[in-house]
C-alpha cells in the first residue's frame, strides 16, 4: 500500500470517527471540565457562578475547634461517607454467592439453562420496579418477610424504618440482585475454561473436593475474581441512589444516605451546583485511589 493510500484511508476513518468524537466532547469531556471548575464557584442556577477558590472542599473536607474540640465543618458527609463503605462489606458475600452459584449452574444436570436464565432475571429486571417489589417485602405490617417471621413467632422489625435495620435490609436487595448477575456469568464462563483433565487427575490422584477446589479451580478464577472485585469497588462508591430514593428516601435520620444520594440531594433540591461538584470530585478521587491500590496489590497476588 503507498503512503498517499494509506493516508486517504486515514482520512476515510477519521471522518467514521467524527460524530463520536464529537459526541465524546459535547456529552462527556466538556461536562467532566466544566464540573471541575464549577467546583470552584458558588452558583445555585439562578446567578452566575462565583469563584471562591477552595472553599467548597475546605468545607467539605475541613475541621474547625469548637471550643470543646474539633468538629467536621461538614459532618453529613462524613456519616454518609461512613454508610457507602458500610454497605460495600456485601461484596465479598456477593462474590462468593456468585461463585458459589456458578460452580452449581456448571454441573451438567437437566435444565441447566432454564435455571441460569431464573437466576439471571433479577439483574436483568433491576429497577424501580424491583425496588417497590422488595419495599412490600419489607413492609413491617403484611410484608412477606415479616409473614414468614411470624410463622416461627418472631416479631419482625420495621426493616426500612429502623435505623439499625435499614442499611443490612439495602444490603440483602443488593446481595440478591447481585448473586446471580454479571458476576455469576462471569466465573460460569471461567469454570468452563477450566480443562476437566486437571480435575479428574486430581480426583484418581485422592484428591476430595476442596482440595481440588483449592487447587485447581480458585486459582483459574482469580483474574476474573480480581475484575469483579474492582468493578464491585467502582459500583458501590458510586451506588445507593437510586434504591434509597424509592425505599427509603435517603433516612431514617441518614441511615441509608450514600455518598451518590448527597450528591444529588445537594444539586437538585438544595441548588448548590458548586458544592455538588467538589462533592463528586472527592468521589472520583476515592473511587480512582481505592481502585489503584487494589489493582497494585491484586496485580502483585497475580503475579502480573
Keep these: 500500500m503507498t503512503r498517499s493510500r494509506a493516508q486517504h484511508h486515514r482520512r476515510i476513518a ?13 456529552f462527556t469531556a466538556w461536562p467532566i471540565l466544566a464540573s471541575l471548575a464549577l467546583a470552584f464557584t458558588s452558583w445555585d442556577l439562578l446567578t452566575p457562578p462565583r469563584w471562591i477558590g477552595f472553599a467548597n472542599f475546605t468545607r ?20 454518609y461517607l461512613g454508610n457507602t463503605l458500610f454497605m460495600m ?33 433479577p439483574s436483568i429486571l433491576a429497577g424501580v420496579p424491583i425496588y417497590y417489589l422488595w419495599r412490600w417485602i419489607y413492609n413491617p405490617n403484611h410484608g412477606l418477610l415479616n409473614t414468614l417471621l411470624a410463622w416461627f413467632g418472631i416479631d419482625g422489625p420495621d426493616w426500612l424504618g ?10 440483602l ?16 464462563a471461567a469454570l468452563q475454561g477450566v480443562p476437566k483433565e486437571l480435575h479428574e487427575a486430581a480426583h484418581l490422584d485422592g484428591a476430595n473436593a476442596w482440595q481440588r477446589f483449592r487447587t485447581i479451580t480458585w486459582p483459574a478464577v482469580m483474574p476474573v ?30 441511615a441509608t ?21 467538589a462533592l463528586a470530585w472527592v468521589l472520583f478521587t476515592l473511587v480512582l485511589g481505592l481502585t489503584l491500590i487494589h489493582w497494585r496489590r491484586g496485580k502483585q497476588g497475580l503475579g502480573l
Excluded: C
Excluded at 261 to 270: E, G, T
Design 14 to 26: 477519521l471522518w467514521f470517527l467524527l460524530p463520536n468524537l464529537i459526541g465524546f466532547l459535547l
Design 60 to 79: 467539605l473536607l475541613g475541621f474547625h475547634h469548637n471550643g470543646s474540640g474539633w468538629s467536621a465543618n461538614d459532618p453529613l458527609f462524613w456519616q
Design 89 to 121: 462489606l456485601n461484596l465479598p458475600l456477593n462474590l462468593l454467592g456468585s461463585l458459589a452459584l456458578a460452580m452449581l449452574l456448571n454441573q451438567k444436570l437437566r435444565g441447566t439453562h432454564g435455571y441460569r436464565l431464573i437466576y439471571f432475571l
Design 162 to 171: 429502623s435505623a439499625l435495620w435499614a442499611k443490612p435490609a439495602l444490603m
Design 173 to 188: 436487595m443488593g446481595s440478591w440482585m447481585a448473586v446471580g448477575g454479571s458476576g455469576m456469568i462471569l466465573y460460569l
Design 225 to 254: 475474581t480480581f475484575f469483579i472485585f474492582t468493578m464491585g469497588i467502582i459500583y458501590g462508591l458510586q451506588a445507593g441512589l437510586d434504591s434509597a430514593y424509592v425505599m427509603t428516601g435517603g433516612g431514617p435520620n441518614g
Design 257 to 277: 444516605t450514600t455518598l451518590g444520594f448527597y450528591i444529588y440531594q445537594k444539586a437538585y433540591l438544595r441548588f448548590e451546583m458548586g458544592y455538588a461538584s
